[in-house]
């Protein structure tokens, strides 16, 4: 049985699952639908026992020959899909903001070209991790980076092309094979990335895509003993769910979770820049994980920064993410819309006051207005939760040691924005107990650098080495520099 093609904003795309280098439907599918305008996309594979049974085996079939293979006979396979993303960069930037939400403009002028970057970037990298020597007074060690095995990468909606393939590049790379479960209410353009790894010529198995929900489709395969690795980014309720399943056959798991990120302005910032990129927290209607949500604004400069902040939200265009004047789109599900409004209307209700927004925009039912709320205690629900929407807090300190107080004061620590003189920021920056911090800037990400929370915003880092620590068994081979006398001695 075949199913059609779907055709999205002009891009057929296929509905089903990738598995062992073949298209495979199922009987039973899920509607999807538009962030945008609540129109039905299409109905979508949904992946049943056989489904997850295929895909785990097809990539045990695959795993010996693509794992016996060097970095460097993997790496023209890792180009070409680098170059077939490439040839659809047209296809997946109308494709993803259509299915979900995200903004034209940002696919077109970053996140098809970092996808590209995260195929090739560790392609290139897994060459330097060949046989790394240490040379002890005793013993000769190579370090070896073997693949682990079969892994599973489970992606969330909000970026589902970019962090798909910031995972893929480094699994693939070591020598791995993959099975991906996209997220439901946004898949589309990884079942595209699989059209691009089978034009890439990608051997059957080593690459697999199976669609369905993460209490079915996903559970199934992080609980599946034969697993090696389990790769997730999303939220903290279902990574302890993936955590314990796959805990119970003792498989390792790298978990990106949520974030509650402080943006600290101090009483030197340069306030217009930090008000500029303040405002940069609502793009993707505030749909990511490392944004800056809770301002925390030295109390002398707090007015004058409120008033520059808004000046700058007031210009903030919220639309049709397809039209790239847009900055500001729609929230990815009705359920999340409901998500993000409660969460305003119980902090109003404990008696935050509204700075702006607070309301559905009239554009369309899954928009919300860019919104920021004051007069919030510490420890509210709207400070120590993640809202995961147009939603920010502000709080004001009087000295450096309060501000690093409030900054410190959840249990997220994912990413966090320091606004300052440089000097005076950085210090403070240092104090900030969290994955990474930027001062005096947002955004900047290189693919060398690692990349991860503490507390509750995830175990484990990704980026350069890391992910491949992760995502390998590293073995030490000792070879002695003198004749080997057996004795009994301690470690």
């Known amino acids: 049985m075949t199913t059609s093609l779907l055709d999205v904003a002009g891009v057929k795309v296929s509905p089903d699952h ?60 890792l180009e070409r899909f680098a170059e077939e ?61 073997d693949p682990a095995g079969v892994v599973v990468i489970i992606t969330p909606w909000n970026a589902p092309l ?70 997730f980014t999303g939220s903290v309720p279902t990574a302890r769910l993936i955590a314990q399943a796959a805990g119970a056959n003792l498989v390792p798991c790298s978990l990106e979770l949520g974030g509650k990120s402080p943006f600290i302005v101090l009483e030197d910032a340069d306030l217009d820049g930090a008000a500029a990129t303040g405002a940069l927290m609502y793009r993707n209607a505030g749909q990511v994980c490392l944004a800056g949500t809770r301002f925390l604004v030295h109390e002398k400069v707090a007015e004058r920064f409120i008033a520059t902040m808004r000046s700058h939200v007031e210009k903030l265009t919220v639309g049709d993410p397809r039209d790239e004047a847009t900055e500001v789109g ?73 501000a690093i107080a409030l900054a410190n004061g959840t249990d997220y620590g994912l990413g966090g924005v320091c606004y300052g003189e440089t000097e005076h920021a950085t210090e403070i920056a240092k104090q900030v107990r969290t994955g990474f911090i930027w001062v005096n800037s947002f955004g900047i990400r290189d693919l060398a650098a690692p990349f991860g929370g503490i507390k509750r915003s995830g175990v484990g880092r990704e980026g350069g080495d890391w992910s491949f620590e992760f995502f390998c068994d590293v073995k030490d081979v000792v070879v002695p520099k003198k004749p080997f006398k057996a004795s009994f001695s301690h470690r």
């Open 18 to 77: 990738y598995i062992d280098g073949r298209r495979v439907p199922s009987a039973t599918t899920f509607e999807l639908f538009s962030p945008i305008d609540q129109q039905p996309l299409g109905r979508i594979a949904e992946g049943l026992e056989d489904h997850t049974e295929a895909a785990i085996q097809a990539a045990q079939r695959a795993f010996p020959a693509w794992s016996a293979l060097s970095a460097a006979e993997r790496l023209p396979y």
């Open 85 to 145: 993303i490439g040839k659809r960069a047209d296809d997946f930037c109308r494709l993803e903001s259509t299915d979900a939400g995200v903004l034209l403009s940002r696919m077109r002028h970053g996140v098809v070209s970092r996808a590209m970057l995260n195929i090739r970037w560790f392609a290139q990298h897994a060459l330097e991790l060949q046989n790394r020597p240490i040379d002890t007074e005793q013993a000769h060690h190579i370090v070896r980076h």
């Open 162 to 231: 970019m962090l798909s393939t910031w995972k893929l590049g480094p699994a693939l790379a070591a020598g791995n094979t993959c099975v991906l479960k996209p997220p439901e209410w946004a898949p589309l353009t990884c079942s595209l990335l699989a059209d691009c790894a089978d034009a890439a010529g990608l051997p059957p198995g080593v690459f697999n895509v199976v669609q369905g929900t993460g209490a079915n489709t996903g559970a199934r395969l992080v609980g599946d003993a034969r697993i090696a690795r389990v790769s």
């Open 330 to 402: 729609p929230i990815i599900h009705p359920r999340q819309v409901d998500r993000v409004e409660g969460f305003v209307q119980r902090a109003v209700a404990a008696g935050a006051e509204l700075l702006w927004g607070g309301e559905r925009h009239g554009f369309g039912a899954q928009y919300f207005k860019p919104t920021m709320l004051t007069k919030v205690a510490q420890d509210s629900e709207i400070v120590q939760n993640e809202v995961f929407g147009p939603v920010l807090t502000l709080q004001t300190f009087a000295s450096d040691e309060e």
